[in-house]
């Protein structure tokens, strides 16, 4: 047995969620925070046998896609800039960012 935790941008995450479920994977959807935009993600945990691995991250990786943005960088924790201005930035978001653990045990009450 395996457990697939996956970290996805907020606006995949609705149409992986139908398409996990569609194809009868048991699915935990957990809000998150990423460290580096501080913009929401999802994170999934996918418990599944090791045969069904590859279906789930073709589902993965058919619905969470890249794409640019532009941001603006968040100032240091303390506010302080010393002059420095922050300009846009375009950055890529989104895709994926999986991994497949092994499950020693597996109980469910």
Known sequence: MKLIVT????????????????????VTKLASTGGFLRSGNTT???????????K???????HCKSRRQVVTPISSVDGNTDGYVMHPIEVEVGGATVFVLDVDQFKQF
Do not use: P, R, W, Y
């Open 44 to 54: 999934f945990m996918i418990g599944t046998e090791d045969q069904k691995v590859d």
């Open 7 to 26: 970290v996805v941008q907020d606006k995949d995450s609705n149409s992986l969620q139908e398409a996990l479920v569609k194809a009868d994977f048991h």
């Open 56 to 62: 789930a991250l073709q589902l993965v990786k058919d």
